[in-house]
């Protein structure tokens, strides 16, 4: 019997997409909006934005939400810049690496701007504790910061310049993330990689000083690289996707800006990047309120090292374990009422491996309560093989719970004298709703950094962050980030 094209897509787009990887449990279900006209010339209304965008347009709130992305990204680069991940790509790039021409972020080494924007965007989330728009999952500065703080140090560059660079890089790979997420994401597509793209060549062309066709252009060639499948989740693969749209958006915008031409619709043609990747383009999201809605006001950054579906139990765990000052050997159960995405993603029981302790909501509980943390150094080897968090996490019996949302957790310790501490969190710390303070960014860096660079050291570089806007030159930043 035949059946036509159209109604095997229909058909298609009705199938439920499975969401894999620590971070879906904030997916949407997908849907498929219907195909619609897209209006006229987004690629270069877009351009327009952007080349025409200054400092001075952005509010204070947006400024500040910049230096706090700046602050969370050089740390979780110093802090990932060993990683056995980061040893092996300077280990392979190094022999064909050209001038030394940018730092690495918590090495010696220096590279040209395409391979250090490459091995710093690596670095930057090989830990999976960097930033997060929650709307789309996008992780926004590893891609826009590792590109435009290599090409700092290569031309000169302000902090006014830098903090509008980096701003306007974050915003239009999440509003064009925006535009076709949740469909783009659920079929497979990595969006930190195929979205980040376009904010590196936004970020990298506005620093060029690029004019509206070639920021169009610019635009239009990181189009045609979109990189990052979700696939790759659990290996060093999945760090390359942000390192790669570092490296492929300065790669885009230097062509631009020597006029190399795309076609000026690459973002909302009937063959172009929206309509070839996604089932779902509402190019309202891209183009909607520019300069007046941000999206880089919405950024957040992880407490935990870990995805974001344990973040709630964690946050109740230190929460209950500090106050009541609990101790493991008190401790009868512990009771967690979850979302289904809670054991879905993440219900290892017996993790050997730090990597593993990631996608362990049992290991994520017991380690918070021994340790009353979270970070880098809870989900390690160690962390996971400790003899009182092994036995602890199989006291831990999380329960799926009808009405319980992803971001939500009602957690229940129940001691041997019978008492009970319970605590539910309605939006675990890092969220919109309760963001991290200036201060646990600053502890959390500086966990990061010790033992990479000195701590007299950590207290310049997390400064000049916080200055970036009266530095003369951004490229401060990355020379004082490096191993002594």
């Excluded at 929206?274 to 909607?288: C, F, R, V």
């Excluded at 602890?392 to 004298?417: A, C, F, W």
């Excluded at 310049?460 to 490096?482: G, Q």
Aim: glycine content about 8%; hydrophobic content about 45%; charged content about 20%.
């Amino acid at each position: 019997m035949h059946t036509d094209r159209r109604t095997l897509l229909q058909a298609a787009a009705a199938l439920p997409l499975a969401t894999v990887g620590a971070n879906a449990a904030f997916a949407q279900t997908p849907t498929t909006t219907p195909v619609a006209a897209p209006p006229k010339e987004v690629t270069r209304a877009l351009a327009h934005y952007l080349v025409t965008a200054s400092y001075d347009d952005l509010p204070a709130n947006v400024r500040k939400e910049g230096v706090r992305t700046l602050l969370n990204w050089v740390g979780v680069a110093i802090g990932g810049s060993h990683h056995e991940t980061v040893d092996i790509a300077v280990s392979a790039l190094g022999p064909f690496s050209g001038p030394q021409q940018a730092s690495l972020f918590g090495r010696r080494e220096r590279f040209d701007i395409m391979n250090a924007a490459f091995i710093n965007g690596v670095s930057s989330h090989i830990f999976d504790y960097d930033d997060t728009h929650l709307k789309t999952i996008i992780h926004p500065a590893g891609p826009v910061a590792s590109a435009i703080l290599a090409l700092s140090e290569m031309q000169p560059v302000s902090g006014k310049d830098f903090l509008n660079a980096l701003v306007l890089g974050v915003e239009t790979e999440c509003r064009i993330g925006n535009s076709v997420y949740p469909n783009h994401y659920d079929v497979g597509w990595h969006i930190t990689g195929t979205a980040g793209v376009f904010g590196s060549a936004a970020a990298v062309g506005k620093l060029l000083k690029l004019n509206e066709q070639q920021m169009t252009w610019a635009l239009g060639l990181a189009a045609s690289q979109p990189v990052g499948l979700r696939e790759s989740f659990g290996s060093m693969n999945k760090s390359f996707n942000p390192g790669r749209a570092a490296s492929s958006g300065i790669f885009a915008a230097i062509l631009a800006s020597k006029n190399f031409t795309s076609s000026d619709a690459m973002i909302e043609a009937k063959r172009g990047w929206a309509n070839t990747i996604s089932t779902k383009q509402d190019y309202n999201e891209i183009l909607g309120d520019l300069g007046k809605r941000y999206e880089a006001a919405l950024n957040t950054y992880k407490p935990f090292a870990c995805g974001i579906v344990m973040h709630p139990a964690i946050d109740a765990a230190i929460q209950l374990r500090n106050e009541g000052k609990v101790t493991a050997d008190q401790i009868e159960r512990v009771d967690l009422k979850v979302h289904p995405l809670v054991l879905e993603l993440t219900g290892k029981k017996t993790p050997k491996a730090g990597l593993e302790g990631k996608f362990s909501i049992y290991h994520a509980v017991a380690v918070a309560i021994v340790e009353g943390a979270g970070g880098e150094k809870q989900f390690s080897d160690r962390a996971v093989t400790d003899p009182t968090i092994v036995a602890l996490r199989s006291k831990v019996n999380p329960v799926v719970t009808p009405g319980i949302k992803p971001e939500q957790v009602d957690l229940t310790i129940v001691l041997k004298d019978g008492r009970k501490l319970n605590r539910y969190i309605e939006h675990a710390i890092g969220s919109v709703e309760v963001p991290m303070t200036d201060k646990q960014l600053e502890a959390k860096f500086s966990d990061l950094a010790e033992g990479i660079i000195p701590a007299a050291t950590i207290r310049r570089v997390m400064d000049a962050c916080w200055n970036v806007e009266n530095l003369p030159s951004a490229a401060e930043i990355a020379r004082m980030s490096v191993a002594s």
